[in-house]
């Protein structure tokens, strides 16, 4: 009965570690789940975050153009008033230098 007694004996010890390393395989599967859902998180997070950097740098880019061509838009805009101005100031004196010269005669 002691044979019968300590195979019974050594067949639960071997359940019992059976038990334990499957207990340990779920653990550390578990915490391996865990370990790539935390991981996922933190990547989305940085990839959003760089996201958010990246079209904030475009917008100072895009932006910096769209100055760019505002400025040039006004300065051609004044340059074209300034020719405006001066060719009406012009106007009269060339309109009186031109009669002038046609209608003298010189003899």
Same mark, same amino acid.
């Given at each position: 009965?002691? %044979? ?7 067949? #639960?010890? $071997? ?20 370990? &790539? $859902? $935390?991981?996922?998180? %933190? ?12 079209? !904030? !740098? ?5 932006? =910096?153009?769209?100055? @760019?061509? &505002?400025?040039? $838009?006004? %300065? +051609?805009? #004044? ?7 001066? =060719? =009406?100031?012009?106007? @009269? ?6 009669? !002038?010269?046609?209608? +003298?005669? &010189?003899?």
């Amino acid at each position: 009965m002691d %044979e019968t007694g300590g195979i019974q004996l050594l067949l #639960a010890a $071997e359940q019992d570690a059976q038990r334990i390393v499957v207990s340990a395989r779920a653990g550390k599967t578990q915490r391996l789940r865990q370990a &790539k $859902e $935390e991981a996922e998180r %933190e990547i989305a997070g940085f990839r959003a975050q760089r996201e958010e950097e990246f079209k !904030k !740098k475009q917008d100072v880019s895009t932006g =910096s153009v769209d100055s @760019n061509v &505002k400025r040039l $838009e006004e %300065e +051609t805009d #004044a340059k074209i008033q300034q020719l405006t101005k001066e =060719s =009406s100031q012009k106007s @009269n004196e060339v309109t009186s230098f031109l009669l !002038k010269y046609v209608t +003298t005669v &010189k003899v």
